[in-house]
């Protein structure tokens, strides 16, 4: 998983509230995508995009978040 140093921690979850605020979405919801995405290897800009990608389809779509965060890493 990602291995920041506390300013960068704290940066990332400052723009992860960004993400939930903009996408409509809680934190605890998008904290769970950016986990899985984060978790394929993923970067800190790169997590945070497809988190963002990830909560805009669920949203557009319709479906449960973490079903769209599936379909976008299938």
Do not use: P
């Amino acid at each position: 998983m990602l291995n920041l140093s506390s300013r960068t921690l704290r940066m990332f979850s400052e723009d992860l509230v960004k993400v939930a605020g903009s996408t409509g979405q809680t934190f605890e919801v998008a904290a769970k995508a950016a986990t899985e995405f984060s978790r394929q290897g993923l970067g800190v800009q790169e997590t945070l995009k497809r988190t963002r990608d990830a909560l805009n389809l669920s949203r557009l779509a319709g479906m449960d978040a973490t079903e769209a965060v599936t379909d976008l890493t299938a």
